[in-house]
């Protein structure tokens, strides 16, 4: 079977672009599988003339972070206007999501051609390892050459079709050799380094011993947790233990003692990955499946190499790789020069982490940007900011603010530009005439904090490592976050500035109480409802209703119901907080909005207005009693009228009056 694209106009027309652009959907761009995957890609888009764009999207029903989700919100740019034909890096995406729901996830981008690397999917062209016999040999190894008679592996229990593969092969190479092949083999980590070491930790704790003299672990970075446990606990590798990783990360090869480990010809997949797409779009048929083979490099972890040799690697064929005096030199300069690039980002961040602001940014931001090596950035930005829950696709808005920007390809700098510049992302991801066409990678991710999206950035970025430009990206989110909701606060501190103007511009006072009328009170306490709404604080409501008020002025005259109102008045002001907000309703009736008031500290405001009153009673020159019923109700943000609300607080101060009279009876 073969698939033919040559229908499909898709590749015939590319919006006037002189090149083909390329898209890849991939978890991230910093871990090492990552950043030798993108090395081919890119080799095989220069060699092609073609133009890279890096979605990096995180991994589907993430464990150890609940918004990873946010991280998908690019791939809404996965389309005909931007991109001629995807890649995908299935491996890691497919770890926790079964194939057919990864595959309903890949029907999402059609009619775009889709070529999936490290995963065979049907229908799909697929460019896979197969690890079969380098597992194979590398397990004999163990038996034959270094006679390791109990054999574990580092493996994992997610959903994952790497690990199911190199699990049948470890196996059942085992099992050929009457080798245990079983759980009881396996230690269990999550392809994570803090997770192996937890559970070997464990394994030793619950068997009293690190009883295996060989280990295969599913990926490096397990095999390097395992090395640094036996480091701290005597174990010494390879004299007590034959350890052997996967995947063949450049670290491999620099630590002491060096590790042996199944190379996947990463790069090489991801090059063969561009030959196809571009045959895809030329046109051509391309095969479904298309195996590059594993192959065993043998280091000192196993015992091949002695440690202080200058042999770097030993193949299955017996050829021999040496190390360069130049790659010495690169490995011991190499954690110097992140230091220094961390120092820079360090920098950046600390300046802006007093008071992020959206005018600070403007001003900054491109500058900041090139002094990390990127030739072009731009921030386009969602107004107001959007709210989400998880998501498999996320709805873009129809129009977004490009915030700041550069090319210093093509010359374009937002500084340059006075007027706003707005634009549909549904066209193209920024305006082509803000975007060069070139041939070094361009990469996409999404500003979001939690649960909130702010926006998107586009760059290419430079030299720097690309765990410091996923360092940066999380910074421009905290920025922006932090930016929209220093403003969202200054615009509610102008706005009960406003209030406080309209109190003295208009007279909202009761003369009697000098508290708010009725007018004055309304007014004021619904806004500031609203705003406590926009923070997304409750509070509660309160509503008076004095005791016996209509008895004091039949009794002892109008003249001692103005002095039981006033006292009343008092009492109130005193109890509450300066913050809440008071008013007489008029006649005997008081009403109180206090944000963010609990049930136990209204408790206690009605228990000393109690004390109060009696202690007026005591002290006052007075014949009547002064005594007042309340009743409150709670507000949020799915109960918030004003009128609704002293609807609601009123009943409850009746039925308190109505209990008071019960009592007294």
């Not at 194979?136 to 008679?149: A, Y």
């Not at 060989?214 to 947790?225: E, H, P, R, T």
């Amino acid at each position: 079977m073969f698939f033919d694209f040559s229908k499909n106009l898709l590749y015939l027309f590319y919006m006037g672009r002189k090149r083909k652009r390329i898209g890849l959907l991939i978890h991230d761009e910093e871990s090492e599988y990552s950043m030798e995957l993108i090395k081919g890609i890119e080799q095989g888009c220069k060699e092609a003339d073609a133009q890279l764009f890096i979605f990096t999207v995180g991994e589907f029903n993430c464990t150890w972070s609940k918004n990873e989700y946010q991280r998908r919100a690019v791939t809404f740019f996965i389309n005909q206007n931007n991109i001629d034909v995807l890649l995908c890096a299935s491996a890691i995406q497919m770890n926790n999501i079964s194939t057919e729901d990864f595959i309903s996830y890949l029907n999402y981008f059609k009619p775009l051609p889709v070529i999936s690397i490290g995963v065979e999917i049907p229908d799909i062209p697929s460019v896979v390892v197969d690890c079969t016999k380098a597992l194979k040999n590398l397990v004999n190894h163990l038996i034959d050459k270094h006679h390791c008679k109990k054999i574990g592996v580092l493996g994992v229990s997610i959903a994952s079709k790497d690990a199911e593969d190199r699990n049948r092969v470890i196996f059942s190479t085992l099992r050929e050799r009457g080798y245990a092949h079983d759980d009881s083999v396996v230690i269990y980590g999550q392809f994570t380094y803090s997770c192996v070491l937890n559970n070997i930790k464990k394994y030793v704790e619950e068997h009293k011993t690190f009883d295996f003299d060989g280990i295969v672990s599913l990926n490096d970075d397990m095999a390097f947790a395992l090395f640094d446990y036996c480091n701290d606990n005597g174990i010494k590798i390879p004299e007590d233990l034959c350890l052997c990783g996967f995947d063949d990360i450049p670290r491999c090869s620099f630590t002491q003692p060096s590790l042996t480990s199944v190379n996947q010809q990463i790069a090489e997949q991801g090059r063969r990955s561009v030959e196809i797409a571009l045959d895809l779009l030329n046109g051509k048929k391309v095969p479904p499946k298309t195996y590059i083979e594993a192959k065993v490099k043998y280091r000192q972890s196993c015992g091949c190499i002695e440690a202080g040799s200058n042999i770097h690697t030993i193949t299955d064929t017996g050829e021999t790789a040496y190390y360069s005096d130049f790659q010495k030199i690169s490995a011991a300069l190499d954690w110097h020069r992140k230091r220094i690039q961390l120092s820079n980002i360090t920098d950046f961040q600390t300046s802006h982490l007093e008071y992020a602001s959206y005018r600070i940014l403007k001003e900054t931001l491109n500058d900041d940007c090139r002094s990390f090596n990127c030739s072009a950035m731009s921030v386009c930005l969602y107004e107001p900011p959007i709210e989400t829950e998880s998501f498999v696709h996320f709805a873009v808005p129809e129009n977004v603010n490009l915030f700041v920007g550069y090319d210093d390809k093509i010359g374009f700098d937002t500084k340059n530009i006075s007027e706003p510049v707005y634009f549909n992302p549904h066209k193209y991801i920024l305006p082509p005439e803000y975007m060069a066409d070139t041939t070094e990678s361009t990469t996409v991710f999404a500003l979001y904090q939690r649960n909130v999206q702010y926006g998107y950035v586009v760059w290419r970025t430079g030299d720097f490592d690309p765990c410091m430009y996923r360092i940066i990206s999380k910074t421009f989110s905290c920025f922006f976050g932090s930016a929209f909701i220093n403003r969202r606060e200054e615009i509610q501190r102008q706005q009960l500035e406003e209030n406080n103007m309209l109190l003295a511009k208009f007279s909202r006072t009761d003369e009697l109480t000098q508290l708010l009328n009725r007018r004055g009170f309304m007014n004021i306490a619904q806004q500031s409802v609203n705003i406590a709404m926009g923070i997304r604080q409750s509070g509660m409501v309160v509503y008076g209703d004095m005791d016996g008020l209509k008895k004091i002025n039949d009794t002892y005259g109008h003249e001692a119901g103005d002095r039981a109102i006033k006292a009343e008045a008092e009492i109130l002001t005193k109890a509450f907080r300066c913050t809440d907000i008071i008013g007489r309703l008029g006649g005997d009736e008081f009403a109180v909005v206090a944000l963010g008031l609990t049930e136990k500290a209204y408790k206690k405001i009605k228990d000393n207005i109690e004390k109060l009153c009696e202690e007026w009673n005591k002290t006052a020159d007075e014949e009547f009693v002064l005594s007042i019923s309340l009743g409150a109700a709670f507000f949020d943000e799915n109960n918030f009228d004003l009128n609704e609300l002293l609807k609601k607080a009123d009943a409850a101060q009746y039925k308190e009056k109505n209990l008071k009279k019960a009592t007294r009876k």
